[in-house]
C-alpha cells in the first residue's frame, strides 16, 4: 500500500492557499488531472452527438467513458445502467416521477428521517398526488443509529419503494443497507438508495447493497457538478419510460437524460474515477482493482485522522458532538460550541484559515429528533486528501472558543 496524502495533495490546486479544507460533506476540491480533462474537451472543440466529424465523435466517446467510469467505480454491471443528470436532487426527482407513474391510492412508500431531503422530498410529493401514503422510519437520537428494524417493519404488501441512504451527511451513520433491501425485495418493492455520501468513502458494489437504484454525484468525489443514478440491472432502466421530447433518443440510458450532457464534465467525471483508482500509488489490475486497493488505503487514512479529530473534540469541554458516540462510518464529525450559534463558530474558523461547514445540511428531517433549529450545527467532514494539520488547526482554533 502506498498511500503518500502529500503527494494527493499536490495534485488539487485550491488546496495550495494553504487554508484547511474540512467540507469535503459539503463538496471536494478537483484534482489537475480533472481540471486538464475538462479544459481539453472545451479546447479541442465538443460537438453535439450523432454527427459525422470528429469533434461529434469525440463527445460520444467522453460519455461512454465516462457511464463506464462510474459503472467501475459503483460496481454497476455495465456502462448501460449508468444514467447521468445535473444533480443528485434533480435525478432522484426524475426517478421519482416515473417510478410513481403506476402508483395508486393504498400503495405505500417508505422514507427515513436520517436521509438527506432530496431523498425523501421527491417520493413524499409523488406520494401526495398518487394518493400513496409515506411511512417514515425514525433513528435514534442517542445513537444516530438507523436500526434495521425500524424500516423493515414498515414495509409490507402495498409497500413500492423505500428510499434510504447508504450513510447520514449529518451525522455519519451508515444503515444496514442490503438487509433493508432485502425486505423489500421480499414484498416486491424497489429500493432507492442515496449513495451520495457513502461513495468517496466505500467500496461500492451496488449489487451486494441490494439497491436497485443508487444515486452518487461527482463533487463530493473529486469530480465536477454532475449527478448519475446507477441501476442495478439494465433491465430496471428499459422497463420505465419517463417523459421527454419527441425526437430525443428512445433507447435507455439516454432516454432519461433531459437536453444535451455537459461533455466537458463527464470528462471530468472519468478524469476523477481514475484519479481515485490511483491514490494508492502501488495498486495493480484494471480500474476496479485499482479502485478498490486505493479505497483501502484512503479508508485507512480517513479513519485515523476522524479518531483524531473525535478524540480532539472530546477534549474541549465547550464542545459537544452530536451523532454516534462511537467513531461514525463516514468521516464527518457534527457539533456544536457553548454559546455559540454555528455561524458565529464557522466564522471564527473562517478567520482562522479553517473552511468547515454550517447549517441544517438539508438532512430536514432529522433537525427536531436531535432538538436542532433549522440553523442545524457546525460540520467538520474529511476526505482522502485531508491531512493531520488540518484537523490540528481545526482543534487549535476551537480551543480559542473556550
Ligand atoms: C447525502 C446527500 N444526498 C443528496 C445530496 C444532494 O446532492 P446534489 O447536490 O447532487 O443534489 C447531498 C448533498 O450534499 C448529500 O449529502
Not at 131 to 138: E, I, K, Q
Not at 153 to 162: A, D
Not at 252 to 261: D, I
Request: with cysteine; net charge negative.
Amino acid at each position: 500500500m502506498a498511500f503518500d496524502v502529500e503527494q494527493v495533495r499536490a495534485q488539487y490546486p485550491a488546496l495550495a492557499d494553504g487554508r484547511a479544507w474540512l467540507d469535503a460533506a459539503a463538496g471536494t476540491q478537483v484534482p489537475q488531472p480533472v481540471i486538464e480533462a475538462m479544459s481539453e474537451v472545451l479546447r479541442g472543440g465538443a460537438s453535439n452527438l450523432g454527427q459525422p466529424y470528429g469533434s461529434s465523435r469525440r463527445s460520444g466517446e467522453v460519455v461512454a467513458q465516462a457511464r463506464t467510469a462510474v459503472a467501475d467505480l459503483t460496481g454497476a454491471p455495465g456502462p448501460e445502467c449508468v444514467v447521468f443528470g445535473p444533480s443528485m436532487t434533480a435525478l432522484t426527482y426524475r426517478f421519482a416521477a416515473v417510478l410513481a407513474d403506476g402508483w395508486t391510492p393504498g400503495d405505500e412508500v417508505v422514507v427515513t428521517r436520517l436521509d438527506h431531503d432530496a431523498n425523501v422530498r421527491p417520493w413524499v410529493q409523488h406520494a401526495w398526488r398518487a394518493g400513496a401514503l409515506v411511512r417514515f422510519a425514525d433513528f435514534d437520537p442517542e445513537t444516530g443509529q438507523l436500526p434495521v428494524e425500524r424500516v423493515t417493519e414498515l414495509i409490507g404488501e402495498r409497500t413500492r419503494l423505500v428510499a434510504v441512504t447508504a450513510a447520514s451527511n449529518l451525522l455519519g451513520t451508515a444503515p444496514d443497507v442490503a438487509a433493508i433491501a432485502a425486505r423489500a425485495r421480499e414484498v416486491g418493492a424497489l429500493t432507492f438508495v442515496d449513495g451520495v455520501q457513502h461513495t468517496p468513502h466505500a467500496d461500492v458494489r451496488v449489487a451486494e447493497l441490494g439497491a436497485d437504484f443508487y444515486a452518487t454525484s461527482a463533487y463530493k468525489w473529486s469530480g465536477p457538478h454532475v449527478g448519475a443514478v446507477v441501476a442495478a440491472d439494465a433491465w430496471q432502466l428499459e422497463n420505465l419510460h419517463p417523459d421527454k421530447l419527441a425526437p430525443a433518443p428512445d433507447e435507455s440510458p439516454s432516454r432519461f437524460e433531459l437536453g444535451t450532457l455537459p461533455f466537458e464534465a463527464l470528462a471530468g467525471v472519468t478524469a476523477a474515477v481514475d484519479h481515485l483508482a490511483g491514490l494508492d500509488a502501488e495498486a495493480s489490475g484494471d480500474r476496479r482493482e485499482r479502485l478498490a486497493a486505493s479505497r483501502k488505503a484512503v479508508l485507512a487514512h480517513e479513519e485515523e485522522l476522524i479518531g483524531r479529530l473525535c478524540d480532539g473534540l472530546a477534549q474541549l469541554p465547550h464542545v459537544r458532538r452530536l451523532g454516534p458516540p462511537q467513531l461514525p462510518s463516514t468521516p464527518l464529525a457534527l457539533f456544536s460550541v457553548d454559546g455559540r450559534t454555528p455561524a458565529e463558530v464557522t466564522a471564527h474558523l473562517a478567520e482562522r484559515g479553517v473552511n468547515v461547514s454550517q447549517g441544517n445540511s438539508y438532512a430536514w428531517e432529522a433537525l427536531a429528533p436531535l432538538g436542532l433549529g433549522a440553523e442545524g450545527a457546525v460540520r467538520a467532514s474529511l476526505c482522502h486528501y485531508t491531512a493531520e494539520q488540518d484537523v490540528r488547526a481545526l482543534l487549535d482554533a476551537l480551543a480559542e472558543l473556550g
